[in-house]
């Protein structure tokens, strides 16, 4: 095992700071682009997150991967499933392609040795909480059997609550993993964005602490294992995602600064899913805007 990842000047990035990577190229060059921004971790979509198929994962781009792969430290590499997934949803296409496609997730993952894949948890599309709850946790059991013996984890994400999307509430998603067959295969990645949104209010230190204080005692801190910083463009409670710069949206800095002070977390990946100013250019290699952020986040510790 390596000293870990180090930054274009040489020096080793001795955390677990990190931003999600475009795979454009091969997966290997998303690990290429995060050493290259100064990540001590990375997030990837294994295929393209608008398709329900993808290109399958050639020998030698593995290989190239898991090589690279030994430059960051253990657990620090995850994916993102795709967004079109919905384990939510009733009998129908829909549901059977989006088990299908998570079992395709995990097998990407794991040829990977990825830590996880992060789930949006999925919609219950007007059937209501508790049914949706359901129909969750038999989609993650179906997906869970069809890999049995995996070492990759599913990562629900916490969510903002648009529409009828579930995991807004902790409690909901304890209710899914306590459906789940195999929860020692379920993992948490909580969302800064996403939780502001929800209605937590992690914006000053006594709402903070609150927050993580009910995580821990709905979910356990042991489930959380990665976590996505992102400031939000909407206000607090909006119940709307959508993600901006560290310290320059409605959250502020201070929740950030929280973050990178709880020594809950110190061993936590963490990564950015802020705005990309090169893919609105189409170029995938701009990480001008994770630099700064990465910078604004490890200038918040406390030395």
Known sequence: MTAGARDRAGSPIADLLGAHMSIAGGVPRAL???????CGAVQIFTKNNNRWDGKAISEEDARSFLALAREFPPGALFSHSSYLINLGAPRGETRTRSIRAMVDELERAERLALLGVVLHPGSHVGAGVA?????????LNRALR?????????????????????????????????????????????????????GYPIQERDGYEETMDAFDRLIGLDR????????????????????????????????????????????IPMVLETPKDGKKRGVADDHTQDRRNLAVLRGLRER
């Open 146 to 198: 069809a890999t049995a013996g995996f070492e990759t984890l599913v990562l629900l994400e916490t969510t903002a609550g648009q529409g009828s999307n579930l995991g807004r509430r902790f409690e909901e998603i304890a209710r899914i993993i306590d459906r789940v067959r195999e929860p020692e295969r379920i993992g948490v990645c909580l969302d800064t964005c996403h939780v502001f949104a929800a």
């Open 131 to 139: 049914t949706g709850i359901r129909r969750i946790a038999g989609g």
């Open 32 to 38: 290429e682009r995060g050493l290259a921004a100064g």
């Open 224 to 267: 959380l294992k990665a976590l996505h910083l992102n400031d939000s463009k909407m206000p607090f409670g909006s119940r709307r995602d959508r993600h901006e710069h560290i310290g320059r949206g409605e959250m502020g800095i201070e929740p950030f600064r929280f973050v990178m002070n709880d020594a809950r977390l110190a061993r």
